[in-house]
């Protein structure tokens, strides 16, 4: 488990984390999303002790990360896969960190078979495919076998194949119970891996909520009829939402459809078309950020 | 209190790259080589003195002058044990694996000592074998190891340099850059070397009071302070870096 509380972090008059108060569970996968600079990867280190905030606290399991005796075996991470010495063979990489949480030798082994870097165990990291080298950070991550994880933007650099071999590992992970936090820009790559979602932008905790309840905030009623005009006062008079969409269309929110047609039936109205649209995530997602989005193209 | 772990840690991370084992080597080897340079320009103008000058003439003064040169590769192999980790950005991993960071700091100045001592002690001592070798084979005098002065050098000399090579960790800890640390720990170092061509009182202050200045000056015997103020001067001031070091390196963002 992983709590913040007020956590706010300022470079000079920026604010890059700003009040942020979020609880983040065991037994799932909580996908950590915002657009570029949000302040996710502030965040992280805050939680792993490597940014100090300005105010408010970051605890693991109860406990700052500086006052964990050993803080692999509780909090394994992966920020920047690339943090290796490009020199120093993969095994010593690994080695080194096992040793300052006593953790056997014999782990990094198994770390080593678990994401498939056997064989190149003896290799400068420097040699390495942007994939092995992110595996590589994977192997770290897991190294104290630890019942929290936190992970920057894991699926990056990875194959489809990777990709895959993450998502499942992930999801593994979390249905043994461990709290696993793991960030991405992409909404739609969350979509298919993580339960619970938690958005932030400018700092600020935008939203948060399982995955369905996002795809359910961005569904609406469209609606087609030759009397839009109509209708669409009609409908905010039952107290609908209503805005237009494209070819002359009605899109309806905060109505179920069936009301939509028995509102349509009562009052007499033709219709050319009723169906239910589910925003995808990735549109919920922009919505959600446009107005917290660091860097905007000109609209 | 040391964490073993952390301390066994760093010298994987030491011995694991190339960098780091090289200038080790190197300082043993520039030692033995400087040793024998200077012995050879110390016998040849002791060839060709006169007999008063041969009265004067110090077998270890001049030829161990080769640890001015060697301490700024001492101080580097410190510089290294810190800038390796910023320059290829394992400091968050390290730190994200250590926790409280005042470990990671004991355990670089640990290690740094734990190498710089071995690597000091093999350096001035072939430099004094090679030196001390090369006067008697051109029939110059010379001083067995056993000797008072020989002794001295022996065996502060070799502290005098792992306190530089911690000197060496805290500039690296306050920089954060191999180039930016290595140039101001070189130019901070040559300071008495370069005491000659200043006025006399800024000479004198230099080698006096400059604190690796005063260092080779208790292992030389050849202070206007007490050896023990000498030797103190330098171990007070490589303790003000690291207090400086470690409390700029506990707030500041990794």
């Given at each position: ?141 897991l190294l104290g076998d630890p ?140 919505e959600l950020t446009r107005d ?8 | ?254």
């Amino acid at each position: 488990m992983i709590q913040l509380t007020a956590l706010t972090k300022r470079y000079g008059d920026k604010t890059a984390v700003d009040d942020l108060t979020l609880l983040v569970r065991p037994g799932v996968v909580t996908g950590f999303l915002g657009p570029n600079g949000a302040g996710k990867s502030t965040t992280m280190r805050m939680i792993l002790g490597l940014d100090l905030p300005t105010s408010g606290t970051a605890t693991i399991n109860g406990r700052a990360h500086h006052e964990l005796p050993h803080p692999l075996r509780t909090i394994g991470s992966m920020l920047d896969a690339r943090a290796a010495h490009p020199r120093r063979t993969a095994y010593k990489h690994l080695l080194y960190q096992a040793q300052t949480n006593a953790i056997p030798a014999t782990r990094v082994d198994e770390v080593l078979d678990l994401v498939g870097l056997t064989e190149v165990a003896g290799k400068p990291a420097g040699s390495f495919s942007m994939g092995m080298t992110q595996r590589l950070g994977i192997a770290a991550a897991l190294l104290g076998d630890p019942p929290v994880l936190v992970l920057d933007e894991p699926v990056n650099g990875l194959d489809p194949e990777g990709v895959r071999w993450i998502r499942a590992l992930m999801r593994g992970l979390a249905a043994e119970g461990r709290t696993v936090l793991i960030s991405s820009h992409l909404m739609s790559e969350m979509a298919m891996t993580a339960d619970r979602l938690v958005v932030i932008g400018k700092g600020r905790l935008i939203a948060e909520g399982e995955i369905g309840d996002f795809t359910a905030a961005g569904s609406a009623v469209a609606v087609r009829t030759p009397e839009s005009g109509v209708f669409a006062r009609l409908l905010e008079l039952a107290g609908a939402h209503v805005r237009p969409g494209p070819d002359d269309e009605l899109l309806v929110t905060g109505m179920e459809a069936a009301d939509v047609g028995r509102l349509a039936a009562a009052e007499g109205v033709t219709l050319f078309e009723l169906s239910v649209r589910h925003a995808s995530l990735e549109e919920t997602f922009m919505e959600l950020t446009r107005d917290a989005a660091e860097y905007g193209a000109a609209r | 209190m040391i964490a073993t772990g952390v301390l066994k840690a760093e010298w994987t991370k030491f011995s694991s790259i190339r960098a780091t084992m090289v200038l080790s080597l190197a300082v043993v080897a520039a030692s033995g080589f400087f040793g024998w340079t200077f012995a050879n320009m110390a016998a040849h103008e002791y060839a060709t003195a006169s007999a008063q000058e041969r009265l004067d003439f110090l077998p270890l003064d001049q030829v161990m002058r080769g640890m001015l040169l060697v301490q700024l590769l001492i101080s580097a192999l410190g510089v290294l044990v810190a800038t390796s980790e910023y320059g290829s950005g394992t400091l968050g991993p390290s730190l994200a694996a250590v926790g409280r960071r005042s470990r990671l700091v004991i355990a670089k100045a640990g290690m740094t000592a734990l190498v710089a001592l071995p690597v000091s002690v093999a350096g001035i001592g072939l430099m004094f074998v090679t030196s001390q070798v090369t006067l008697a084979a051109q029939g110059a005098p010379y001083l067995m190891p056993g000797d008072p002065d020989a002794l001295l050098a022996l065996l502060l000399g070799p502290v005098v340099f792992t306190l530089l090579a911690l000197f060496g960790l805290a500039l690296g800890l306050l920089l954060r850059g191999t180039a930016a640390a290595v140039n101001v720990s070189s130019t901070f170092l040559l300071m008495p070397v370069l005491a000659p061509i200043f006025p006399d009182f800024l000479s004198r202050l230099l080698t006096t009071y400059w604190p690796n200045g005063a260092g080779f000056r208790a292992v030389t015997s050849r202070s206007d302070l007490p050896p023990v103020l000498s030797f103190g001067l330098l171990v007070g001031f490589v303790a003000v870096m690291h207090i400086a070091a470690f409390t700029r390196f506990a707030r500041r963002d990794a």
